[in-house]
């Protein structure tokens, strides 16, 4: 084995071996690579309009899956396996849904409150703005707006399962769409806006308490991100 490149035996091609091996020390290449290499845990959200996590754990060893609390979301649990969920009654009720716990620290960052009018502009299947309505209390306004018309629809009956009322879905054609224009002045996008889609949940989880952040700046590898919250109005903009 030791005959073999490092590179072959990490998984990664000469250039990116090069690239990265010029950023840290080896052993933390190793160490990356082994962790890239290991099979992603499944982990549920736990919809806390309809249940709390210890609910969803006990109802889950009762029904013979094994299972755990996250260890930086407080609403996430991991699942020591991959079992079918389509038929579970906590996932038919709408008191659970798959979601990675990087995914639900995202919205955790986010904050938003019952008051504030939120919009997602890459809504997608609706995984974070579940989570973020959730946060809401299923109050104030979150638009769920997307490009895809295909992938939005996917939204719907996870919607419906949530008990959600305060989400808005709503295809867009562009950035320039009217949908979009007639919230002029009613949604600050600064410029920043970004942060979510360039903080990476393995950085995140360095960070344990992250409600306490929200409105302030973070520094993760030098560089200064603000938590997006700005005059109660939020805006979650992902490329």
């Not at 996590?53 to 006990?58: G, K, Q, S, T």
């Not at 996932?91 to 504030?116: M, N, W, Y």
Request: aromatic share 4%.
């Amino acid at each position: 084995m030791s005959q073999i490149p490092l590179a072959v035996q990490l998984d990664l091609p000469d250039w990116l071996f090069d690239l990265l091996g010029a950023q840290m020390p080896q052993a933390d290449l190793v160490r990356l690579c082994r962790a890239l290499q290991q099979p992603a845990p499944l982990d549920l959200r736990v919809n806390t309009l309809l249940a709390t996590r210890e609910e969803v754990l006990a109802k889950l060893k009762a029904d013979g899956i094994e299972a755990q609390a996250t260890p930086y979301s407080p609403v996430g649990v991991r699942l020591s396996e991959k079992p079918a969920l389509s038929k579970n009654r906590l996932f038919v009720a709408g008191k659970i849904e798959v979601q990675d716990e990087g995914s639900q620290i995202l919205g955790l960052l986010v904050a938003p409150t019952r008051h504030d009018t939120v919009v997602d502009f890459c809504a997608g299947a609706g995984g974070k703005t579940l989570h973020l309505g959730a946060l809401m209390h299923s109050q104030g306004r979150l638009y769920a707006f997307d490009v895809s018309e295909k992938r939005l629809q996917k939204l719907k009956p996870r919607l419906k399962r949530s008990g959600l009322s305060n989400i808005h879905p709503q295809w867009i054609k562009s950035e320039n769409d009217t949908h979009i224009k007639r919230l002029a002045g009613k949604i600050k996008s600064p410029e920043n806006a970004k942060i979510l889609s360039q903080i990476g949940a393995d950085e995140l989880r360095h960070y344990e308490g992250l409600r306490k952040y929200s409105g302030q700046e973070v520094t993760i590898d030098d560089e200064e991100y603000m938590i997006l919250k700005a005059d109660d109005i939020i805006a979650i903009i992902e490329e």
